[in-house]
């Protein structure tokens, strides 16, 4: 494992340099999902949701938490994304709502913590937006699927994987 870049020697937090970073698109898709009982995915997808269209919602909550990532995570670079798309689709094998976001930008630093937040907020949505009828709803699973980009390159989870 790789030193971390965000602590200095004597264990202080820092945000990093990036000015010396080229300039390179990146890219970042992170997904995780919501589990629920069927009654209330059916609910869902009925759009009879007492608080309205769960996916619309989700989908918009999930774009903004990747704009304001900087502002939620400590010494996160403010990025100019160039593309948030959050894709969800209900899973009646779960059963609940699988969620992934796909994060871009031509930047300095990598867009993965946007993606991650994405995901996690377009979760806590759906959590919200349905907990009157399923309290017992889990998030699960938030997790980095792939980066490309910048000087290390492109990263999938399936390769990083112990063989």
């Not at 949701?49 to 918009?60: E, H, P, T, Y």
Request: glycine share 8%.
């Amino acid at each position: 494992m790789s030193e971390l870049s965000h602590i200095s020697p004597a264990g202080e937090a820092h945000m990093v340099d990036v000015s010396g970073k080229a300039v390179t698109e990146r890219i970042a898709i992170a997904q995780g999902h919501v589990l629920m009982q069927k009654a209330t995915l059916d609910l869902a997808l009925s759009g009879n949701a007492k608080k309205g269209d769960i996916f619309a919602a989700a989908r918009l909550a999930g774009i903004m938490a990747a704009k304001k990532t900087s502002d939620l995570i400590p010494l996160c670079h403010p990025l100019s994304l160039t593309k948030v798309s959050i894709d969800l689709e209900a899973d009646a094998a779960l059963p609940g709502i699988r969620v992934q976001a796909f994060t871009k930008v031509s930047g300095q630093t990598g867009v993965e913590m946007e993606a991650l937040t994405a995901v996690a907020v377009a979760c806590l949505t759906i959590y919200d937006m349905l907990k009157a009828a399923d309290r017992g709803m889990r998030i699960e699973a938030i997790t980095l699927v792939e980066k490309h980009g910048g000087k290390s390159g492109s990263w999938t989870r399936e390769a990083a994987l112990p063989a």
